[in-house]
Structure formats: structure tokens, C-alpha cells
């Protein structure tokens, strides 16, 4: 007997595109009024640069976004990673404008345009086969947080806690990167246009990019999200996301009272702490979701 299948009523786009913006503050409000026109929550950053974005919204709202942004000549090639939701993921709508969409902290004549350099941009199962090179290095492009959650087999994580730090910490381990084939990966590919054209400006002449992050290596049909292990990070309500549908799938992430496997993240009960952190479903229960003893002695101090 066939069970009849439903489109989920809400959609999650996550997109971004590096291309020269003229005027952000025009183009800033001229796209609230069309998110709010649309009943669109997210996030958005604009800048001279270009747009990032991730948005939530019903099914035809989300499609009607998507039909606008194709119909303006500066995103018309715009491409959107696409994410079932059952409602928003958002509590709200937010635009902003920033000096750069991805902040990598160089200078501005030093800052990294991908449409100049960047690194060579590898398909999903590219990436996969590359990844199979004992010469290869691969380095994930996101927070340690981020990585925490999840990242793929046998990255190089770096210990930083925001995008900016990765020149520094390039610099410092540029020895043991040095005549290496490099490749790089981030939730959606637009950390990774900087990062790897940082990169190949620095003097690495092997240097490639996995096109469409995490996201399309798990969408993608050949390769399934094989080893990638754990879960995606995203910047809405879900945090965690699956990647792998393949037998190599595992929680990576484990309760930091008692060691089980936890594959969700929460926040520390100490409003002056808030450091994302796992903890079980028993911990929680025994010891509450504290970072450790001192948050919780310091939250109990305050109630009293």
C-alpha cells in the first residue's frame, strides 16, 4: 500500500553571492520591503561586496523570493541551497549592512575578492575522491563550535572562535601546510571563497574549494554526506542539521559530564556564560545545563 507524502509547508534558503553593490543602504531597504512584503524572517547581510543570507518563509512565499532574486540582474545567478521546515526557523526578520559579508579581518587593500582569487571549486564527489590523498590537507573553515557539532573525517579544525582569526592562525601553521594539497569546506562555500583565495595569495598553489559547503555535499545523491561525520551547525533555530545518510554516519559529540554520545547543543543556564555546550538528557536533569560548577554556583548566588 503506497503512504501519500506531503511537502513540508515551509522552506529554509540559505544563499550568498560576491557581487559589487553600488549603493547597500538603497539596496538594504528596497529588500526589507520586499522580505517583509513576502512575511520572510532570517538573517541577511549586505555590503559592497555582496549579499548572505539565510531566510525561512511558507513554500510559495520562499519560491516568490527566489523568483525575485533570480529576476534582479545582480543575482540572477544566484544559487540557494533549499531545506524542508515544517515553520519558521527564525523568531524574526534581520538586515544589516556590514563592510563585508564574510569578515575576514585584512586590511581593506588586502582583503580577498573571490571573483579575483579563489580556490579551485571541486563538485561534491570531487571533493569526496580528493579527500582520499594522504598528501591532502583538509581544513574546515568554520568556528570551533561549529566544528565541534560536526566536520569531516580527518580535518584539521582550527581552535578560533570567529572567521577573522584564520590569517593568523595560516601564518602560524604555514610550515606544516607547506607543499601540501589543501582542501577546504565551510557550511555553505562562502567562507571558503575567502578563505582559500587568502590562501592562494599566501603563496599555497594547490588550494581547493568543496562548491557549496556541507550543505550540497549532504544533498548531493552520489555521495550522500559520506564522512562527514556528526551534524552541520546552522545559525537558526534547528543548530544542528544531518549531512551523512550513508553507513559511515556518527555522533561525534559527547555530554560533558558523563562522556555519552549528545548530539545537541544547548546553552548554559548562566545568563553571563550563555557558551553553547552538550549536555545529556540526564546530566541536565542532575546537574542542570551549566558550563561547570562555577556557572552554576554563580546562577544559584544570583537567585538567592
Known amino acids: 500500500?503506497?503512504?501519500?507524502?506531503?511537502?513540508?509547508?515551509?522552506?529554509?534558503?540559505?544563499?550568498?553571492?560576491?557581487?559589487?553593490?553600488?549603493?547597500?543602504?538603497?539596496?538594504?531597504?528596497?529588500?526589507?520591503?520586499l522580505c517583509e512584503s513576502l512575511n520572510l524572517r532570517g538573517r541577511i547581510i549586505v555590503g559592497r561586496e555582496g549579499i548572505n543570507g539565510t531566510v525561512s518563509g511558507t513554500y510559495e512565499e520562499t519560491e516568490k523570493y527566489?523568483?525575485?532574486?533570480?529576476?534582479?540582474?545582480?543575482?540572477?545567478?544566484?544559487?540557494?541551497?533549499?531545506?524542508?521546515?515544517?515553520?519558521?526557523?527564525?523568531?524574526?526578520?534581520?538586515?544589516?549592512?556590514?563592510?563585508?559579508?564574510v569578515t575576514l579581518g585584512l586590511e581593506p587593500e588586502e582583503d580577498i575578492d573571490p571573483n579575483e582569487v579563489t580556490g579551485e571549486r571541486l563538485s561534491p564527489r570531487e571533493f569526496y575522491e580528493k579527500m582520499q590523498d594522504e598528501?591532502?590537507?583538509?581544513?574546515?573553515?568554520?568556528?570551533?563550535?561549529?566544528?565541534?557539532?560536526?566536520?569531516?573525517?580527518?580535518?584539521?579544525?582550527?581552535?578560533?572562535?570567529?572567521?577573522?582569526?584564520?590569517?593568523?592562525?595560516?601564518?602560524?601553521?604555514?610550515?606544516?601546510?607547506?607543499?601540501?594539497?589543501?582542501?577546504?569546506?565551510?557550511?555553505?562555500?562562502?567562507?571558503?571563497?575567502?578563505?582559500s583565495g587568502f590562501l592562494k595569495k599566501e603563496g599555497f598553489e594547490k588550494v581547493y574549494q568543496l562548491e557549496g559547503g556541507i550543505v550540497k555535499y549532504g544533498k548531493d545523491p552520489e555521495v550522500a554526506g559520506r564522512d562527514f561525520e556528526g551534524l552541520c551547525y546552522v545559525f537558526d533555530q534547528r543548530v544542528g542539521v544531518e549531512v551523512n545518510r550513508t553507513e559511515t554516519h556518527k555522533v561525534i559529540s559527547t555530554c560533558r559530564y558523563c562522556g555519552v554520545e549528545e548530539p545537541h547543543y544547548g546553552n548554559c543556564q548562566w545568563p553571563d556564560c550563555n557558551e553553547q555546550i552538550f549536555v545529556c538528557p540526564d546530566c541536565r536533569d542532575e546537574q542542570g545545563l551549566y558550563c561547570d560548577e562555577k556557572c552554576r554556583a554563580a546562577a544559584e548566588a544570583a537567585d538567592q
Open 1 to 33: 500500500m503506497e503512504t501519500e507524502t506531503t511537502t513540508p509547508p515551509y522552506q529554509v534558503l540559505l544563499y550568498y553571492r560576491y557581487v559589487p553593490i553600488a549603493d547597500p543602504e538603497s539596496y538594504l531597504e528596497s529588500h526589507r520591503e
Open 66 to 101: 527566489r523568483d525575485a532574486m533570480h529576476g534582479d540582474p545582480l543575482t540572477t545567478e544566484m544559487e540557494f541551497k533549499i531545506d524542508p521546515a515544517e515553520d519558521h526557523v527564525f523568531p524574526k526578520l534581520s538586515i544589516k549592512i556590514r563592510e563585508e559579508i
Open 135 to 195: 598528501n591532502v590537507v583538509i581544513i574546515d573553515g568554520r568556528n570551533d563550535y561549529e566544528a565541534a557539532l560536526g566536520h569531516f573525517k580527518g580535518a584539521i579544525c582550527p581552535p578560533i572562535r570567529n572567521f577573522r582569526e584564520f590569517p593568523e592562525w595560516v601564518e602560524e601553521h604555514a610550515d606544516e601546510l607547506k607543499g601540501k594539497e589543501i582542501l577546504t569546506y565551510c557550511t555553505g562555500g562562502i567562507r571558503c571563497e575567502k578563505l
